[in-house]
């Protein structure tokens, strides 16, 4: 169906960057919108950014004015620009594909989730 890759994650030190990659592929027609997700040990996942295909985008207060996320449609491709990085970002980070229409139609819509990437931010 559909396989969901995510990558760039590692160790970075406090004030440091990271870029986020995530590609969607398989047998899509059209996907509503990505965004990327984020897990630490003892906490419910959240929601960091997402964007839509139009472009609108929505980010956790937390990480706003220092993530960007974009959006390359031809290549089902999502990135996440990390900056001024701290230590409370890291969790393992994880893209989401929403509402993704397959040529299969007897198949419905569907959300699918990579299996995440660590993203470490330590001194």
């Known amino acids: 169906q559909v396989q969901v890759a995510e990558s760039g994650g590692g160790l970075v030190q406090p004030g440091g960057s990271l870029r986020l990659s995530c590609t969607a592929s398989?047998?899509?027609?059209?996907?509503?919108?990505m965004g990327w997700y984020r897990q630490a040990p003892g906490n419910q996942r959240e929601l960091v950014a997402v964007?839509?295909?139009?472009?609108?985008?929505n980010y956790v207060d937390s990480v706003k004015g220092r993530f960007t996320i974009s959006r390359d449609g031809a290549k089902n491709t999502v990135y996440l620009q990390m900056n001024s990085l701290k230590p409370e970002d890291t969790a393992v980070y994880y893209c989401?594909?929403?509402?993704?229409?397959?040529?299969?139609?007897?198949?419905?819509?569907?959300?699918?989730w990579g299996q995440g990437t660590q993203v470490t931010v330590s001194s």
């Open positions: 964007i839509s295909g139009s472009g609108t985008t």
């Open positions: 989401k594909v929403d509402q993704v229409l397959l040529t299969d139609i007897l198949i419905p819509p569907g959300d699918y």
């Open positions: 398989g047998s899509i027609l059209s996907i509503y919108a």
